[in-house]
Structures are given as C-alpha cells and as structure tokens.
C-alpha cells in the first residue's frame, strides 16, 4: 500500500514537473538520465519558440542539429537550507562563468518556483569516461585506451580546466566519472557541486571533499592546499586511469592512502616512457613539484614530433615546451606553479606536420590549418626558419614518440576500474542516499551499508570490496555503475 502511494505522488510530480517545464518552453520526457540525493535529471527538448528567445542555446543547439538537452530538477523544498544557500549557487555561479568552451558542460537557462529549481544543460549522450575506458577495455581484450586515443582526450580535459582556472574555478572533484562524452566524441567536464572561486593565486583552502582514489595527498593530510595544484593530481590520476585500465593507488581509506602513495607509483603495464615522465611529474607529492597546466599542455607527449611548428609557435610567443622533464628539473621550472595559463594553447587546433615533409618543406594537415589560421604572421615565421634551419629535421626525429607494442604471448590480467569511494568524512549529509544512475543494481544506502559492514565484520567487508573492485561474477556489472553523491562531504569555506 505504502508503494502504491509513492508510485502515485511519484507521478503527481512528475505531471507537475511536465506542466512547469512547459511552461518554460520545454517538453520534459520520461526519460531519466540520472538521479541524486537532491535531484534527478531527465531527457527534455526545446520547443520552437523557446529557441527563437534564448540565444544562448538556439546557437548551440543549431550546431548539434538536434533539440534534446539535459534537465536537472531539484527539490529545494526538500535539500537542506546550507544546500540550497551554498552549494546550488556555487554550481550554477561555476556554470555561468565558464560559459563559452567546447569540453565544459554549458548551462542554458535556470527557472525556479518555490518547490523546486530546474537547469537546463548540454546533453552529453555517450556516457562518462568511465564507462568509455571500460568498454574499450573489453573491446580490445586490454587495459585501458590506446595512448593515441588517451591524448586526444586528455588534450580536451587539459584545455577544460585551463578555462576553468584561468576564469578563477578550481573543480576539486575532477574524476572520470565527471567526464562525459558528448554523441560527437568530444569530452565535457561536468559536476561542479565542489567547486569553489578564489581571488588570490596562491590562496589556500581547507575543505576536505572529492574521492579518495583521486584526491591530493595534502587533502588527504588534512592540510591547506591550492585548489589548482589539487587538481593537477587529479589530472595525473586520470591520464594513469585512460592508458592502464586502473587506478594508480588503490585503497579506500583517506589515511591508508597517505601510505599507498609514499610508497612510490609503478607502471604494471608498457607504456611510452613519454606518456610515464607526464604521469610522474603530475603524481608527486609535493604540490611545489607538479608540473604546471603550461607544462603539461607543452609537454613532449602532448605534442608529438608531428607538431613541430605548434613547438616553434609557443617559442616566439615566449613559451619553452619542455620534451622530457625530470621531477628535479620540474621543480625548478615550477618557480611560478600556476603562472601564465592564460596563454595556454588551444590543443584541439594544434598543427601537425606530415611525415613525408623533404628538404625541409612544412607541409600542414587540414589540422595544422586552423593553427596557421590562428598565428598566420608567426606560422610563417616559424615556416621559414624551418626551411633555414638545417639540423630542423634531425632535431624533430630525435622527439618522435616511440610506442611500445603490444605483447601478443603474455596479456595482462582485464581489471574493470572501479568507482572509488568518497572521503570518510560524512557530514553534514551523512544520512542521504547515494547518486546512483538509473537501472543500476546496487543499492542506493550501499556506501554507508558497507562502512558499517566494515566497522563489524572485516573479513567480510574485505570480500565485498573485492568482488566489486575487480569485476567478480555478480558484483562488476552493478558496481561499474555506481555513482556517489556530490554532497556528502563537509561544507565548502
């Protein structure tokens, strides 16, 4: 009986929910795309009349060819007030201001009532990075993506938070799983419930939030920490995740982790010692140490030896790109750790030289047009010294990236890459359910379940962990799916 009864006020708000967003010039469907402890989030479409009033999404929409967005509905009558005051805000300030990029979700409008909020979003069809390395994973029969593949999407995700930074965002939960991909292939970084502005380069903050697989080891100490270098380790995270299938440090527990990570990464898998010396320089433990956003951006494995005119353009414009940085000579080169990313290149529209270039001719790929577009006076410029330099091409052959091939007798063991679970810390909305997405398996009380589980019985805990982490026989498929809440940590400062 009590079911029935929810079913039918379930449904109540439903048609509600359709008549409010009609009202606006949107039709709602019954499509849910995911689900949160505050919010839910269907397929809906703009109408006609609505895209002939906002400029905003009628622009962008008109470049998909298609009317279908995200609607994200939340119930402000029912979150908490210290939800609704601070962190909705936070989102949506996040949202407006880092309109307009190619990766960052965008947000087209906003309406209220007094019962709930309703953003109107991009929708990304194709799921998040997550399930992208996981279904590539199976297709290939081999952990992770191919490192062509992994650096054209690491290059957008780069670009993401560039933007973010540069307009003074710090995300502080970057993740694969707030990586989405749109129906074009192109990465879109979603999820800013922890984000957080600041005015100062270097102020510091101390809100202990994000999941513990990806979270700077100074979070993790319950230190001060800059928000942009927090995120940078969070970068090095997921370029490790895209090209091994897994995650570099592999414990639940904040203070367990500490541990994990002083213990030094290992690479179980061949990978370019490039795509190796990127992953190092991002992972080190002390913030100082990281490399910056213009570093990675410049960096040997982000621009292969066929962008060698993009190389020359960064150096007249006062940039020094370098090819392989050793975590001392990054500490130096770190003097100003977030310094000048507002001349962070465009990455997407970076120039390639062919392979069959002779006598020192450049001849440019219909990428390499849009670069020359861009910089025509210093393209030319750099074309010509090119052309005049005669050690040119020997010093561009020496930075060729040299993949390592696959090993056909001995494949290594296919590990799903798990969900991590967010940080112990449980107030002040310890008592919520967790984000799960729809026609997931796995019980939306499973995260707070198994940390009591873990307090009574840890054999048993232990075992439950294992089953999901490693996809066992029934625990993979419902667990690959989980999602945790956004808004089960501390307050933000």
């Known amino acids: 009986m009590k079911s029935f009864s929810k079913r039918e006020a379930d449904r109540r708000t439903f048609l509600e929910q359709v008549r409010e967003s009609k009202e606006n010039g ?12 505050f919010s839910k ?42 939800y609704t005051k601070k962190f909705l805000p936070r989102e949506i300030y996040s949202l407006n201001v880092t309109y307009k990029h190619l990766n960052v979700i965008q947000l087209y409008e906003m309406y209220r009532n007094s019962k709930r909020t309703y953003l109107v979003l991009e929708l990304a069809s194709r799921g998040d990075l997550l399930e992208h390395i996981n279904a590539t994973s199976d297709r290939r029969e081999l952990p992770g993506l191919e490192e062509e593949e992994a650096r054209r999407l690491f290059r957008q995700i780069v670009s993401a938070v560039a933007h973010c930074h540069n307009v003074g965002i710090v995300h502080r939960d970057l993740k694969c799983e707030n990586i989405l991909l749109d129906e074009r292939g192109f990465i879109k970084l979603t999820d800013f419930g922890f984000a957080n502005r600041y ?17 700077a080891p100074e979070i993790l100490m319950s230190k001060k920490y800059n928000g942009e270098l927090a995120d940078l380790w969070s970068l090095g995270v997921i370029l490790y995740a895209m090209v091994t299938g897994k995650l570099p440090f592999k414990e639940r527990q904040p203070h367990k982790m500490i541990h994990v990570i002083k213990q030094g990464l290992a690479f179980r898998q061949p990978i370019s010692p490039e795509c190796q010396n990127l992953i190092e320089g991002l992972l080190q433990l002390k913030p100082a140490a990281r490399l910056g956003l213009q570093q990675v951006a410049t960096h040997r494995w982000m621009l292969p030896a066929t962008s060698a005119i993009f190389h020359r353009v960064m150096s007249s414009m006062g940039v020094h790109p370098e090819c392989n940085l050793s975590p001392e000579k990054s500490q130096a080169a770190q003097a100003e750790p977030l310094g000048a990313t507002s001349q962070l290149p465009d990455l997407e529209s970076s120039a390639k030289v062919s392979e069959g270039a002779k006598e020192g001719q450049v001849r440019p790929t219909p990428r390499a047009a849009s670069a020359t ?13 090119k052309k005049s330099s005669p050690d040119g091409a020997a010093g561009a052959a ?36 967790n984000f799960r997405k729809p026609g997931s398996g796995f019980s939306t009380s499973a995260y707070v379940s198994s940390k009591r589980l873990a307090d009574k019985v840890p054999a048993r805990a232990a075992a439950l962990g294992a089953g999901g982490g490693s996809g066992g026989a029934g625990g993979s498929a419902s667990l690959s799916k989980q999602v945790h809440s956004l808004y089960t940590m501390t307050p933000c400062p």
């Open 41 to 82: 989030v269907y397929l809906g479409y703009a109408t006609q009349e609505k895209m002939m009033q906002n400029y905003k999404l009628a622009s962008d929409l008109r470049s998909k060819r298609h009317s279908m967005v995200a609607i994200k509905i939340i119930s402000t009558a029912e979150a908490p007030v210290e």
């Open 26 to 37: 949107y039709l709602l469907s019954s499509k849910k795309i995911g689900s949160g402890a």
């Open 398 to 433: 020496n930075c060729i990236l040299q993949l390592p091939s696959p090993r056909k007798t001995e494949r290594p063991p296919r590990l799903s890459l798990y969900r991590p679970s967010l940080l112990s810390s449980l107030q002040p909305f310890h008592h919520l359910p």
């Open 199 to 215: 005015s100062l380069k270097n102020s510091l903050m101390n809100t202990f939030c994000g999941s513990v697989a990806y979270t």
């Open 373 to 385: 577009g861009a910089f025509p006076a210093r393209a030319a410029k750099a074309a010509a010294e």
